[in-house]
C-alpha cells in the first residue's frame, strides 16, 4: 500500500468515498475510526488493509467482540490468503498462533498485550470491529485497556455502527497514544430503509399515523358501548402470523424477525410451519439433504431439538438463538445465506457481526429482557438489528416493521427511526484484579497512577468537569453583570423587597401554624414554627428600608429574577460536578484491590508473591481459581471431577435453573474457599464477584467420562447450546489454569487431558 496511491476498486467492489477516505488515512500512517450504519461496507476496509499488508510482509491483528465472528472471519481469510498464512486464538481454540495474520477475540489481545507483548512484535495495526462494544457493560473495559496498553508504533482500525462521539473517542486514542486518528463517517445506507409499525386493524403505517388511529378509535369506543365491553380488550391482538402474512401479500420476503425470548422463536416458527410451505419439492428435498449430510456421524438425530428443526427448515422457516446446538445454528446460517430460509425468527444475537442482508426486518416488540426486567430497546440496539433490512443491488428499499399491540401501546417506548440520535459510546470501565496485578508485575507506581488516568471513563469525566467550570465561570460572570449596576442594598436589610420576602416568610409561618394547631402531638413542631415566627417579626421591626419608587422595585425584581435563574444554573452545574465524584476514583479502586490482594498474600510491598503471579494468567474469576489451585483442588481431583468443576465457575444461571442435588466432587470444600474469598471482597470493596453455580456439574462429569450428548441431556431441562457454550468456556478457562501452572509439568498435562475430554463430537470447534 504506497503511500498517496488512490484505490477506487477492491475485488470488484467499486469503493465508495468513505472507503477510499479511510484507506487514504491508513496509508498516511494515521491510525482510522469508520463510524457507518450496519451493511454498507466497513469490513471491506479491513480486509483490504489486511491483504495489503500481508502482501507487505506484515502483521495485522483482527479482533472481534464474539467467537462466532472470530470463526467467521478466520474462514473467510483463510480462503484468501491460503490456511498456513491466517491464525485464530479465541481462549477455547488455537490454530497457527504465529501466523501473520491473527483473528482473536479481544479478550486474548488484551491478555496478549499484559501476559506476552513480544508475541506482537512487527504487528503494524490492530482493527477493533465493532469498537461500539466499548460501551457494553460487562466486557468494555477489555476495548479501554486494548487500546491503553497497544504500543504506540501500533495503528488502530475501529469499526463500528454509527455512533454521535465517534470524534470524542477519537481524540480520546489520539491523546493517549501520540498519533493522528481520523474519523471517517458514513451517514447514507446503500439500500435506505423504510420503518412502520404493523397493527392488523389499521395495516402497516408510521408510528405518528397509528398515534393519531389510536386516538381516533379511542374515541369513537368510548361513545359508543355496542363497540367494546369494559373487562375485554378494546383491540383485536395482531399477531407475528398476520404480520408475515401480510409480507409475503406484499412480496417483501425473505424477512428476519427479531423475538427476544428463545422459547417464542421456536414456537412462533412452528406455528407458522404449520400454516404455510414456501419451498417447492426440489427445494424441500436441498434442504433435507444438505441437514443430514451436516448431522451425519453425530448421533444427534434422535434428539427433539433436531428433529423439530429439520421440520421446520423443510418448510422455508427456521429459528436461531444461542440455545441451539452449534452446527444447527450453522446450519441455518449457511441456508439463510444460500436464500432458501424465507423467515427465520431469531434472537438479536443473530445481530452481532455477521452479515445476512435480507428484505425486511421485524420486530416482535420494543420491549426486551436485560437480564433483571423488561426495557426498552435503544436506539443503537434497534439499528444494530434494523440495519440487515435491504440487500445490496436487490432491493431498493429494506422495509422495517416492529409489530403492535393497541391494547399496550406506548409511543414513548418506540426506539427514534433517526440514525442520528444513536446514543453515545459512555465508558464503562472498571480495575480488575488481573489488571492490578499485571501492572504490578510490569509498571512502577508513577507508571500505574499515569495509566489509571489513561481511561475513556477520565478522558469522558475530564471533558465534562471542565465544561462544568467553563459554564460556572460564565454564570460567576452574568451575575457579577446582572448585579454590578444594582443598587447596593439589593435584597439586603434596607431593601423595601427585602421586607417584603419577611413579610411572606411570615405569612407562611402563620399557615403552618394553624395547620398544626388541628394535628395532635405536635406540641414540638409548633414550638419551632412560633419561635421562627418571632424571629422574622423581630427582624421586620427592626427594619429601616429606603424609600423606593414603584419603578425602581419593578427594576429590581427583575434584576433578582434574572439573578435568580443564573442562581438556579449554578446549583445544576454544582450538582453535576458533584455527581462526578474524585478524578483519582480509578487509583482508589486499584489502591482498594491492591490492598485486597496484599492481605490475601498476592502481593507484598508492590512485588507479586507466587499467587499474584498465578493470576496474572487468570482473567475468569481470577481469586476463586487462584486459591483452588493453592488449596491444591486440581492436584486431588480426578479429570472428571476437574472438567465437572469448571463448568461450574464462573457460570452465570439463567431464570429458573437450580444447583444440582448432587454434584460429584467435594462441593462444600469449594463453597467454603469461595466463602472466605467472597468475606474479603465484601470487606475491602463492598461487593464480591465470585459466581459458583453447580446447575450442570453432573452433566459436565458424565460428558467427561464419555457419554453421548444426547443421551447425557436425556431428561434435562438445560438448552443444548446453553451446555455446549458451557463446556466451552470451561475449555477457556482451564487453558488459563495451565498456563498458570506450566511449571508444575504433571498438573500441566493433566489440564490438557481433561481439556480433550471435554473438547470433543458437538463440542468440538472445526475451523
Excluded at 378494546?234 to 427476544?260: E, G, N, W
Aim: glycine letters at 6%; proline letters at 3%.
Amino acid at each position: 500500500m504506497q503511500q498517496g496511491e488512490r484505490q477506487s476498486e477492491y475485488r470488484g467492489f467499486k469503493l465508495d468515498p468513505f472507503q477510499m477516505e479511510a484507506i487514504r488515512h491508513l496509508q498516511e500512517r494515521r491510525s482510522v475510526l469508520v463510524s457507518a450504519p450496519t451493511g454498507v461496507g466497513k469490513t471491506l476496509v479491513a480486509d483490504y488493509l489486511i491483504e495489503q499488508m500481508f502482501n507487505q510482509g506484515r502483521r495485522v491483528i483482527y479482533t472481534a467482540p464474539i467467537k462466532a465472528l472470530s470463526n467467521q472471519k478466520f474462514k473467510e481469510f483463510k480462503r484468501l490468503l491460503g490456511p498456513g498464512n491466517v491464525g485464530i486464538i479465541t481462549g477455547d481454540v488455537v490454530v497457527n498462533s504465529t501466523s501473520q495474520i491473527l483473528i482473536m477475540t479481544t479478550e486474548i489481545f488484551r491478555n496478549m498485550l499484559h501476559l506476552s507483548p513480544e508475541a506482537l512484535d512487527g504487528v503494524s495495526h490492530v482493527i477493533f470491529d465493532e469498537i461500539h462494544y466499548l460501551s457494553d457493560e460487562d466486557r468494555g473495559t477489555v476495548w479501554e485497556e486494548s487500546i491503553i496498553f497497544a504500543p504506540e508504533s501500533m495503528r488502530l482500525l475501529g469499526l463500528s455502527a454509527t455512533i454521535p462521539n465517534a470524534d470524542e473517542l477519537a481524540f480520546w486514542i489520539q491523546d493517549i497514544k501520540g498519533h493522528e486518528v481520523a474519523v471517517v463517517r458514513h451517514f447514507k445506507r446503500v439500500v435506505p430503509l423504510r420503518h412502520f409499525v404493523y397493527d392488523r386493524t389499521r395495516g402497516a403505517c408510521t408510528l405518528a399515523e397509528l398515534k393519531e388511529f389510536k386516538a381516533k378509535r379511542d374515541k369513537e369506543i368510548e361513545e359508543s358501548d355496542e363497540l367494546w365491553e369494559p373487562e375485554g380488550p378494546k383491540y383485536a391482538a395482531t399477531t407475528h402470523i398476520d404480520l408475515v402474512d401480510y409480507l409475503s401479500k406484499q412480496r417483501k420476503l425473505p424477512c428476519l424477525y427479531f423475538v427476544f425470548s428463545r422459547r417464542q422463536c421456536e414456537e412462533k416458527a412452528e406455528e407458522l410451519g404449520k400454516l404455510v410451505n414456501y419451498l417447492t419439492p426440489g427445494e424441500r428435498n436441498q434442504v433435507l439433504t444438505f441437514f443430514d449430510d451436516r448431522i451425519e456421524g453425530m448421533n444427534i438425530d434422535s434428539m427433539p431439538s433436531v428433529k423439530r428443526m429439520r421440520k421446520t427448515l423443510e418448510r422455508g422457516i427456521a429459528y436461531h438463538h444461542a440455545g441451539l446446538l452449534p452446527v444447527l445454528k450453522e446450519i441455518v446460517e449457511d441456508l439463510f445465506e444460500r436464500k432458501i430460509i424465507r423467515v427465520l425468527y431469531a434472537t438479536e444475537t443473530f445481530a452481532v457481526g455477521i452479515n445476512f442482508p435480507v428484505r425486511t426486518v421485524c420486530f416482535d416488540s420494543v420491549r426486551k429482557f436485560n437480564g433483571v426486567d423488561f426495557r426498552p430497546m435503544t436506539a443503537q440496539e434497534y439499528f444494530q438489528m434494523a440495519g440487515r433490512a435491504g440487500r445490496r443491488g436487490i432491493d431498493a428499499e429494506g422495509y422495517v416493521y416492529i409489530l403492535t399491540d393497541l391494547n399496550y401501546f406506548r409511543p414513548e417506548e418506540y426506539p427514534s427511526t433517526d440514525e442520528r440520535t444513536v446514543e453515545p459510546l459512555v465508558s464503562r470501565f472498571t480495575v480488575s484484579y488481573n489488571t492490578v496485578v499485571n501492572l504490578v508485575a510490569t509498571r512502577s507506581a508513577d507508571e500505574i497512577h499515569k495509566v489509571l488516568k489513561q481511561n475513556f471513563a477520565s478522558y469522558q469525566t475530564n471533558a465534562e468537569r471542565h465544561e462544568i467550570e467553563t459554564g460556572l465561570a460564565t454564570a460567576r460572570e452574568l451575575e457579577s453583570e446582572i448585579v454590578g449596576g444594582a443598587c447596593e442594598q439589593l435584597n439586603r436589610a434596607g431593601c423595601p423587597l427585602y421586607a417584603s420576602g419577611l413579610n411572606a416568610r411570615a405569612a407562611d409561618l402563620r399557615l403552618q401554624l394553624k395547620r398544626t394547631a388541628r394535628r395532635r402531638r405536635s406540641k414540638d413542631k409548633r414550638a419551632d414554627i412560633r419561635s421562627q415566627l418571632e424571629a422574622v417579626r423581630a427582624e421586620l421591626g427592626s427594619l429601616d428600608s429606603r424609600k423606593c419608587t414603584t419603578a425602581q422595585k419593578r427594576a429590581c425584581r427583575k434584576l433578582l429574577a434574572r439573578r435568580g435563574v443564573i442562581v438556579g444554573r449554578m446549583q445544576s452545574l454544582y450538582e453535576r460536578m458533584r455527581r462526578l465524584g474524585s478524578e483519582e476514583r480509578f487509583v482508589h479502586e486499584f489502591r482498594r484491590k491492591q490492598a485486597l490482594l496484599e492481605r490475601l498474600g498476592y502481593m507484598k510491598d508492590g512485588v507479586l508473591l507466587p499467587r499474584g503471579e498465578i493470576a496474572r494468567e487468570l482473567h475468569t474469576q481470577e481469586l476463586l481459581v487462584t486459591e483452588l489451585i493453592f488449596s491444591g483442588v486440581f492436584h486431588e481431583f480426578t479429570e472428571d471431577q476437574i472438567a465437572s468443576l469448571a463448568v461450574c465457575i464462573d457460570y452465570e444461571p439463567r431464570r429458573g435453573e437450580f444447583p444440582a442435588k448432587s454434584v460429584p466432587f467435594d462441593v462444600d470444600r469449594i463453597r467454603e474457599i469461595a466463602a472466605q474469598v467472597e468475606m474479603v471482597e465484601e470487606s475491602y470493596v463492598g461487593a464480591s464477584a465470585v459466581r459458583f453455580f453447580t446447575g450442570l456439574a453432573p452433566l459436565a462429569y458424565q460428558w467427561s467420562q464419555g457419554a453421548e450428548f444426547a443421551e447425557m441431556l436425556r431428561g434435562s431441562t438445560y438448552a443444548e447450546g446453553d451446555v455446549v457454550s458451557a463446556f466451552r468456556r470451561s475449555i477457556d478457562l482451564l487453558r488459563q489454569v495451565r498456563a498458570a501452572c506450566k511449571a508444575d509439568a504433571a498438573l500441566a498435562d493433566k489440564i490438557s487431558d481433561v481439556m480433550r475430554r471435554i473438547d470433543r463430537d458437538v463440542v468440538e470447534v472445526v475451523l
